[in-house]
Nanobody, 119 residues
Framework: QVQLVESGGGLVQAGGSLRLSCAAS????????MGWFRQRPGKQRDMVATITSGGLTNYADSVKGRFTISRDNAKNTVYLQMNSLKTEDTDVYYCYARVVRSITESANWGQGTQVTVSS
């Protein structure tokens, strides 16, 4: 079984920065796309940013120019650098990975990390 472990959330003032990390652990797998989603209670989980194994990125319009996603394939880790944070970025952020085992690909999620931006 593959586990995704997130770190780096917390409380920051508006205009500040945070860096989220997510490491996949386990054995006998490879990872295709990775990404970050966010969700608040009662709302759907929305894509923030994704990155393919080849490094192609995609961002939600609301974070373009402020957030940067990157990954270290050797470490099975994905990062999200968040700059110029706004109060509306307050959410629980979830790491996402498309994990391949043998011929099966599945969606895997982290446990979530809280990001709170204060005014």
């Amino acid at each position: 079984q593959v586990q995704l472990v997130e770190s780096g959330g917390g409380l920051v003032q508006a205009g500040g920065s945070l860096r989220l990390s997510c490491a996949a652990s386990g054995s006998g797998f490879s990872i295709n796309a990775m990404g970050w989603f966010r969700q608040r209670p009662g709302k759907q989980r929305d894509m923030v940013a994704t990155i393919t194994s080849g490094g192609l990125t995609n961002y939600a319009d609301s974070v373009k120019g402020r957030f940067t996603i990157s990954r270290d394939n050797a470490k099975n880790t994905v990062y999200l650098q968040m700059n110029s944070l706004k109060t509306e970025d307050t959410d629980v952020y979830y790491c996402y990975a498309r994990v391949v085992r043998s011929i099966t690909e599945s969606a895997n999620w982290g446990q979530g990390t809280q990001v709170t931006v204060s005014s």
